[in-house]
């Protein structure tokens, strides 16, 4: 079920209304069992392998917690990480290493063909397995107690609204909320559908709108040079933030009304004034899963330098196979890798260079570093994205050497008028995009890093006709013939 489909607006109403008329003692079990509706709309019979892996992590972290000996409680602990990441390698990895062992013996010479298995992609399954291996190892290492109840636990692992696309949320958060009374708030309903409109405009407006001239160019790109590549891969990264920053601003919003608070997973990323900061505000709720859970166990920053950048790299490298089962997306994390690795080896140079300009004493000296380190990270951001977009590393080779082809023309209106055109789009399309992307990153500057705090100081007229504008933008200029899945859905 997609959440911006008419499906979900009759479903979501429907379980908001049954959940408060229940009695609390029952409303997990009607939130469980929504949450498995909500998968089981995709493909029934994988709602099994969801409860599996339930099962898997909730038996093993009961075994942990009442184990005796240090040594049981790894040996259950492996088993656990053995039963998770082997079903995620099955799952999404199998046909991949299938087709590089393949394209090896092909580059070998022979002609020996390996069979080609038929494995369908389980939607989510890096997402709620992170969450729930997660959970295991914190029962091991004892920040979290072991929860007896299976049922809210088993909602813990499938909560409707992230389950499918995050945020990957940690138990210590989530799950002692399933624990309390929810208490039906005009409040908190308004906070939640304000939070939902935001991310149905970034979705219905935005993404699925760039997705035509990005899809347009890259299904193609070797027929396309110059202009037409640079935009399309601004407008991928436009795209993508917009596509997945908007489906957890519904699914934080919608579990706000339920009465649920979800971590936050995007902050301005396009504000950060370094790739590393960028990283602190992108899908937060997967970088800090790394950090904690392979940075930190490589050894982090407490063993030396060359060892810090070296687990760096490798959490990023990581990362980006987390993403997809392809070298494309193996090679965008080696970059993002690089990327930051060197930002931290130049950090003390950078800061003392800052500080010569007057960074921090001038607030024309701010406002120039804050907007230049932006670009800079933008520009890094993007570059990299080509990688991530494209269908191969041949076709990101070409991207990339075919960047600025023609920029000398790049200034000639006839030429951008017919590069503008060959995207797909047309001139009412393109002039309403960049309206509702000057609205958004308007938005998010006005707004600051406490939107929520800036809102509430505005008189309510003023609120109300900020809402009323952006809900009539959102059905006037939403893309509701062509609406597409969630980008992150295929992770």
């Known amino acids: 079920m997609l959440f911006n489909s008419f499906h979900y607006l009759v479903f979501f109403p ?22 498995y509706y909500f998968y089981a709309c995709w493909n029934p019979v994988l709602l099994l392998l969801l409860i599996f892996v339930t099962a898997v992590n909730f038996v093993a972290a009961r075994k942990i917690a009442n184990a005796k000996r240090h040594r049981q409680r790894k040996q ?13 390698f099955f799952f999404k990895y199998l046909i991949f290493m299938q087709q590089s062992v393949q394209d090896l013996i092909h580059l070998l010479g022979l002609s020996w063909t390996l069979p080609e298995p038929h494995i369908l992609l389980p939607m989510g399954i890096s997402f709620y397995t992170f969450q729930a291996a997660a959970y295991t190892f914190d029962v091991y290492r004892g920040r979290i107690r072991a929860v007896n109840h299976y049922g809210k636990f088993s909602l813990f692992i499938s909560f409707f609204p992230q389950l499918v696309a995050g945020p990957i949320e940690r138990s210590e958060n989530l799950l002692p909320q399933f624990y309390r009374r929810q208490r039906f708030s005009v409040a908190q309903t308004a906070e939640g559908l304000r939070i939902m409109l935001w991310g149905f405009f970034k979705k219905v407006v935005l993404a699925d709108r760039l997705s035509m001239a990005v899809d347009a160019v890259y299904t193609s790109c070797q027929s396309y040079t110059g202009l037409a590549l640079a935009l399309a891969t601004v407008l991928f990264a436009i795209q993508i933030y917009c596509d997945f920053s908007g489906y957890s601003d519904i699914a934080v919003g919608s579990a706000r009304i339920l009465g649920f608070r979800l ?62 089962a392809n070298w494309t997306y193996v090679l965008w994390g080696a970059v993002h890798g690089l ?21 921090g004493k001038n607030p024309v000296s701010n406002l120039f570093f804050a907007i230049l380190g932006a670009g800079i990270s933008c ?9 991530f977009r ?13 960047f600025f082809w023609d920029f000398w023309q790049w200034t000639n209106p006839q030429y951008l008028y017919e590069t503008f055109l060959s995207m797909g789009l047309g001139l009412y399309e393109w002039v309403l995009m960049a309206v509702a992307i000057l609205v958004l990153f308007g938005g998010e500057l006005i707004a600051g890093k406490n939107p929520r705090k800036r809102l509430r100081r505005l008189p309510m007229p003023v609120r109300g006709a900020l809402y009323a504008g952006m809900l009539t933008f959102l059905l006037i200029a939403g893309v509701y013939y062509n609406a597409g899945a969630f980008i992150y859905f295929q992770f």
């Not at 229940?22 to 469980?32: D, K, N």
């Not at 520009?379 to 990688?387: D, I, K, Q, S």
């Open 76 to 88: 259950i602990l492996l088993i656990s990480i053995v039963i998770n990441f082997g079903l995620l």
């Open 390 to 402: 494209a269908n191969s590393i041949k076709d990101a080779i070409y991207v990339y050497r075919h």
């Open 14 to 35: 429907l379980v908001v209304l049954v959940f408060f008329l229940l009695p609390y003692r029952v409303r997990w079990a009607w939130l469980l069992a929504a949450s």
């Open 379 to 387: 520009g890094l951001v993007c570059y990299a994205f080509v990688l």
């Open 263 to 324: 971590m936050e997973n995007f902050k301005r990323p396009f504000f950060a004034p370094s790739v590393r900061e960028y990283w602190r505000r992108w899908h937060i709720s997967l970088s800090g899963w790394f950090m904690d859970y392979v940075y930190i166990p490589l050894g982090g920053n407490r063993r030396g330098k060359l060892i810090q950048y070296r687990n760096l790299f490798l959490t990023f490298l990581v990362s980006g196979l987390w993403h997809g």
């Open 339 to 359: 990327y930051v690795v060197v930002g931290t080896i130049t950090s003390p140079l950078r800061k003392k260079l800052r500080s010569f300009f007057g960074q």
